[in-house]
C-alpha cells in the first residue's frame, strides 16, 4: 500500500507538471484572446496582455475592393476606434505587429493610442484611422491571394468602458502607389468575461493526467491479480 501511494503521489506531481507545463505556455502564448473566427475578428480580456498570433491571427479578409488585375508589393496594417464608450485615460501601444504568408521585408513600428493628444481626444478620435508605417511585402500577393494574410499583434493591459472595439484591417499598394486598396475591417472586441489564471487552468490540466494516471495503475494490477491467479 505503501509503496502504490509513493507511485500515486510521484504521478501526481508527474501531472502537475504537465499540466502547468501545457497550460502555462498556452496562457503566455495568447492570455487575453478569448475567441477569434476566421473573416470577423476575436474577443479579448483588456485585464490582461492579449496577443492575436498563430491560430489566433486575423487572416481570411474581405478582398473585394482590390483590384483584380493589380500585383501589390506594400502593405499596411490600419487600426481605429469604434464604439460607445471613451478612450481609456492613458495612452497604450498595439505592438508586435507582424505579418506572415505572406511576411514584410522589414518590421513594423508599434501603433500609439494616445487621448491626451488633440487628435486622439475622447471627442474627435471615433472614426479616425491609425496606421502602420508602410513596408513591403516578402512575396507580392493579388485579389486571388492577399485575404490569406496573416496580421498579428498585442494589445495591453487597458481600462476601457463596455461597448469598445478595435477596428482592423489592411491596406495594400502596388509598386507604383498608384493603386491603394484596402480590406474590409475586422473586429477585436472588448469583453467583460476573463480568462482561467494559469494555476486554474495546471490544476485541472493535472486532475485529468492523475485521473488517467490512477486508472491506468488500477487496470496493470489488475492485470497482475489475473496473471498471479493463473
Do not use: H
Request: proline share 4%; charged share 10%.
Amino acid at each position: 500500500m505503501k509503496s502504490f501511494c509513493n507511485v500515486a503521489l510521484s504521478g501526481l506531481r508527474v501531472a502537475a507538471l504537465l499540466g502547468l507545463l501545457v497550460c502555462g505556455v498556452q496562457s503566455v502564448a495568447n492570455a487575453g484572446v478569448l475567441t477569434y473566427t476566421a473573416g470577423t475578428g476575436g474577443t479579448f480580456d483588456p485585464s490582461t496582455v492579449s496577443t492575436f498570433s498563430g491560430a489566433d491571427a486575423f487572416t481570411q479578409w474581405d478582398v473585394s475592393a482590390l483590384s483584380g488585375v493589380t500585383s501589390y508589393t506594400k502593405v499596411r496594417a490600419q487600426f481605429a476606434w469604434n464604439g460607445t464608450g471613451p478612450m481609456p485615460a492613458s495612452a497604450f501601444d498595439l505592438s508586435s505587429i507582424s505579418l506572415a504568408d505572406p511576411s514584410t521585408t522589414a518590421a513594423f513600428l508599434d501603433v500609439q493610442f494616445a487621448p491626451t493628444t488633440l487628435a486622439y481626444d475622447t471627442t474627435a478620435f471615433t472614426g479616425d484611422i491609425l496606421e502602420t508605417n508602410q513596408r513591403t511585402l516578402s512575396t507580392s500577393v493579388t485579389k486571388a491571394t492577399a485575404g490569406s494574410t496573416k496580421l498579428s499583434f498585442t494589445i495591453p493591459t487597458i481600462v476601457v468602458n463596455p461597448g469598445w472595439n478595435l477596428l482592423v484591417r489592411l491596406q495594400f499598394s502596388d509598386a507604383g502607389g498608384s493603386n491603394l486598396n484596402a480590406t474590409g475591417w475586422q473586429n477585436a472586441t472588448y469583453s467583460n468575461s476573463s480568462v482561467p489564471e494559469p494555476g486554474t487552468s495546471a490544476v485541472a490540466g493535472g486532475l485529468v493526467a492523475l485521473a488517467i494516471f490512477v486508472q491506468r495503475r488500477r487496470a496493470k494490477r489488475a492485470a497482475n491479480i489475473d496473471n498471479n491467479a493463473v
